[in-house]
């Protein structure tokens, strides 16, 4: 039974840390509010906003007893929280804090900071045999450029990364028929993914789960904690050695492609971004939280904690 991560034992065990379904029952949904309505605003690299988000993060985890560091590569900063295991290994939350020049940003990639906020915060509070990692990356808008300075000094200190869960835009949920759309050739590589989405009626109502092979297990674990909160899944693994090729483009345009191209597995949870969501990018109005079904991103942020504390062995 894991034991609660700081402070003198009471003798009472917390109801938290019984299970990993129990630590993801733990998720507040009224603090995910709060943080991803804060982060909803212009934050663009340099920014006053993104100077807030990125000391939110800091002080976030440095509050729950992370060792923090703030890696800045010059054009810009991650916000990386480690609490070491005594045995090897990595598990790595990820969501990047960038935007763009003009644009609130709920969706993307608001969500997925608080999802990764809230995530840390009851990732502190097991004692782990495997190392948790946090990273609020920068600058992902400008080409995975925070991400990728990231996965370079991990390769130089030869870490062990078990998986990286990486956010990217995971608050737009539509219930109503043909608001999915697919990339071009989905059916030919995911041909039961792509029935199974037709048979829906093309309803943008599931999380997608997007997995190269070596994270073959822990996208499964993620699928059937999805299950157990309530929200549908699509899991979507590409093809063994693929993940890095041009044909799969569409799928490797946030954060976790870093980790791909590397060799680390890694899980996307996404609700697809513009294949969905019609104010991605601002383009076809406000990306605004109003528009958000935060009841989708909150069930999505409890499969990740629990998928997250299986593979840290709770």
């Known amino acids: 039974m894991p034991t609660t991560g700081g402070g003198e034992s ?18 507040d949904a009224a603090a995910y509010r709060e943080d ?68 609130h940003g709920a969706d993307d990639n608001a969500t997925g900071v608080a999802a990764t906020l809230e995530i840390a915060r009851l990732l502190a509070l097991p004692s782990f045999d495997r ?22 000094s991990a390769q130089a200190a030869k870490d062990e990364v078990v998986i990286n869960y990486n956010f990217d835009m995971i608050g737009f949920r539509s219930n109503e028929p043909n608001t999915q759309q697919v990339p071009e050739g989905f059916s030919l590589v995911f041909g039961p993914e792509y029935q199974q989405i037709e048979a829906n009626e093309f309803r943008g109502d599931f999380i997608a789960v997007i997995a190269s092979s070596l994270a073959h297990d822990r996208a499964l674990e993620f699928a059937a904690a999805a299950e157990r909160a309530g929200i549908k899944s699509a899991v979507l693994e590409l093809p063994a050695g693929t993940e890095n090729t041009p044909t799969f483009d569409d799928l490797r345009r946030s954060d976790h492609a870093s980790f791909w191209a590397a060799g680390y597995p890694a899980v996307f949870l996404t609700d697809t971004g513009e294949f969905r969501n019609p104010n991605y990018h601002c383009m076809g109005g406000p990306d605004e939280v109003a528009d958000l079904d935060l009841d989708f991103a909150v069930a999505v942020t409890r499969a990740t904690v629990e998928a997250s504390a299986v593979a840290l062995g709770m």
Do not use: K
């Open 10 to 27: 009471t003798g009472a065990v917390d109801p938290c840390l019984e299970s990993p379904q129990t630590l993801a029952d733990c998720v």
């Open 36 to 103: 991803l309505e804060f982060i909803a605003d212009l934050r663009v690299p340099g920014t006053p906003h993104w100077q807030a988000v990125q000391d939110l993060c800091a002080d976030r985890l440095a509050e729950y007893g992370y060792q923090v560091a703030l890696q800045d590569y010059g054009s810009g900063v991650n916000v990386v929280g480690r609490r070491l295991g005594s045995e090897p290994g990595q598990v790595l939350v990820g969501a990047h804090y960038d935007h763009i020049d003009g644009c």
């Open 131 to 152: 190392t948790v990692m946090i990273g609020c990356w920068d600058e992902e808008e400008r080409g995975l450029v925070g991400s990728e300075v990231y996965v370079a």
